[in-house]
């Protein structure tokens, strides 16, 4: 495994072509055993799993490039610095923003939501304005707004969906009003799959004046993104959903609008110059990236976003969209299951509900046969009140998952059945 | 037997089925919630308490089939109980539940409950079999009858 850098990028070149049998290769703990059974991972919407580049990446950081980075003079200090930037350049291009310094980065899509909440609605929202997201958003795209519209008696309005689980569009032009001063939507629901118009409600919006975040966070590992031709005003996910480690992630925002919010924490590096009579703030983006942050983290993110990159989206895309209809086919014809989210436009997740079976009941049994999927509300309780249920199973999808991995998934059904003699 | 049939034997999922006092009781002595906000098993535990005694207890509520048929084995158990009964059985419970009786706890004196044992081998769901004790036990040694509480079995259970 030792070899230098660029014999390494020549191997990772030839390796990761869309060829199913060597993208596992890349995975280590897909070859995991559990409970004496080969894992069958289809829990990817709560995080990915990390191929060997970003392992190796990691490794090399800590091994010979560590560092704090901004600060030094001396050797490692730029090395780190120069690996640091190198990957802000990596997610500007992955996500194609217009400069690099509209890149920052954050512990992950929370860290992202809250710091326009903090920054920007602190900052602009008043008395009676309203924050319009859906019906649909994980808790970290409606708690942040919920605090900062408690704060600011702001009112937040919530686009409703259908039965399907997609957004009523209808409602959401009728919901537009001057008092409308900001949007937040989610690109990709992680407990329905559904993918809603973002570049239409972005549309809507802006003719409006109104800015919008997209919270891209089940976005990014199934889709190629490209926020200026959504033209959305901040973008928002976590590395460790697209294959990079956690404790990282990224928020995209249009420069002009990032320069007149307020930083988000102070301390190191966001600073200009500090006196006690008064501070002033560093330029774009490090205004907004107080403190040592998780340097290996971004690092990995960049090799993260260097993998995916090559694996390449259409060919993603189009594989992932086969298992899907697979993996919606394969449900559909149990008896007693249901799929919970049934929208046209889907990507990624097979949430569904059984017949006399609770999903916490068969998530401990697939387990049993080395299924992991996820089970509860995904953080997403009032879609779980929308559609009357306590909890959903959820498997969820990754490039590195197969059809054959989609059939366990259906064997394990039959035995929650025959266990339950449901 | 494999450790998910122990899981999920024949008794558990009868009472999951069909679970025993599963009504509400109307202006009853002691009313708890027990919530799991992780996985969203939501039940109330209604108790009536006379002369030191369970006079009378049932529950209410949606969950997994572990939680439901714990909280019906209880209510069945502890009827007709002395307070200080009750608090043995539920120290027992506990410890057979949680593994701390080993692994395979002489389960003699829980009769049926003892079916629960099994859930000692899967981490994840001990907190589901002893949401409703923890509520019961609760109210239970709760001095001033407030009339409701929410209890959360913790996690690290
Ligand atoms: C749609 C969506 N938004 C936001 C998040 C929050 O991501 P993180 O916990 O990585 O900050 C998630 C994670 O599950 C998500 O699925």
């Given amino acids: 495994m030792k070899k230098n850098d660029s014999a390494m990028m020549m191997d990772v070149d030839k390796r990761v072509r869309f060829d199913i049998e060597r993208i596992r290769e890349d995975f280590p703990i897909l070859h995991t055993l559990v409970h004496g059974k080969p894992l069958v991972y289809l829990d990817n919407a709560a995080t990915t799993q990390k191929p060997l580049h970003v392992i190796d990446a990691d490794q090399r950081y800590y091994h010979s490039q560590n560092a704090n980075i901004h600060r030094g003079v001396h050797y490692l200090s730029e090395v780190a610095t120069f690996e640091y930037e190198k990957a802000r350049g990596k997610v500007k291009n992955f996500v194609n923003a217009a400069d690099n310094h509209e890149i920052i980065f954050v512990r992950g899509a929370t860290e992202a939501i809250n710091l326009v909440a903090h920054g920007y609605g602190r900052k602009f929202l008043a008395e009676g304005d309203e924050v319009i997201i859906s019906a649909m958003e994980h808790h970290s795209n409606i708690v942040p707004w919920q605090m900062v519209c408690a704060e600011k008696k702001a009112v937040l309005r919530v686009i409703p969906m259908n039965d399907e689980g997609e957004l009523l569009m209808d409602e959401y032009e009728k919901m537009l009003s001057p008092k409308t001063k900001f949007v937040s939507v989610v690109m990709v629901s992680n407990s329905l799959g559904t993918v809603n118009p973002v570049k239409d409600i972005i549309k809507s919006a802006h003719a409006l004046g109104v800015p919008v975040l997209v919270d891209g966070a089940q976005a990014v590992s199934h889709m190629k993104i490209d926020v200026r031709d959504l033209d959305c005003d901040f973008f928002a996910f976590s590395g460790h959903k697209v294959f990079a480690p956690t404790g990282v992630g990224a928020l995209y925002g249009k420069a002009e609008i990032l320069d007149r919010m307020d930083p988000y924490q102070g301390g190191g590096d966001m600073i200009e110059s500090v006196t006690f009579e008064k501070t002033t703030y560093n330029a774009l983006p490090y205004k907004f990236e107080a403190g040592t942050g998780n340097i290996a983290g971004v690092v990995g993110l960049g090799v993260a976003i260097d993998y995916v990159r090559r694996v390449g989206f259409e060919e993603v895309e189009e594989y992932e969209r086969e298992l899907l209809a697979y993996g919606t086919t394969l449900l559909s014809a149990i008896d007693g299951v249901r799929l919970v989210g049934t929208a046209r436009e889907k990507a990624g997740v097979l949430s569904f509900v059984m017949e006399h079976v609770h999903p916490h009941d068969i998530g401990t049994i697939l387990d049993q046969e080395g299924i992991a999927i996820r089970t509860g509300h995904h953080c997403t309780q009032p879609v779980m009140k929308r559609f009357g249920i306590p909890a959903t199973a959820r498997a969820s999808l990754a490039f590195y998952n197969t059809k054959e991995e989609l059939d366990a998934l259906g064997r394990g059904i039959a035995k929650v059945k025959e266990i339950f003699h449901a | ?157």
């Avoid at chain 2, 969203?40 to 006379?50: A, E, S």
């Avoid at chain 2, 099994?118 to 040694?141: N, Q, T, Y």
């Fill in chain 2, 1 to 157: 037997m494999s450790a998910i049939n122990e899981l999920y034997q024949q008794l558990i999922l009868e009472h999951n089925k069909s679970p025993r006092n599963f009504r509400t009781i109307e202006h009853a002595d002691k009313t708890v919630e027990g919530y799991n906000p992780l996985c969203g098993d939501h039940y109330t535990i209604y108790l009536n308490v006379k002369d030191n005694r369970i006079a009378d207890a049932s529950f209410q509520g949606a969950g997994c089939a572990i939680s439901k048929a714990s909280a019906s084995m209880m209510t069945s158990a502890i009827k007709g109980a002395t307070v200080e009964e009750v608090e043995s059985l539920f120290q027992k419970f506990h410890a057979v539940v949680t593994g701390k009786m080993g692994p395979d706890p002489d389960v003699e004196d829980l009769g049926s409950l003892g079916a629960l044992a099994g859930v000692a081998e899967f981490p994840a769901r001990i907190k589901c079999a002893s949401l409703a004790w923890h509520a019961m036990h609760s109210v239970l040694h709760e001095m001033n009858d407030s009339p409701k509480t929410i209890v959360t079995s913790d996690t690290t259970e």
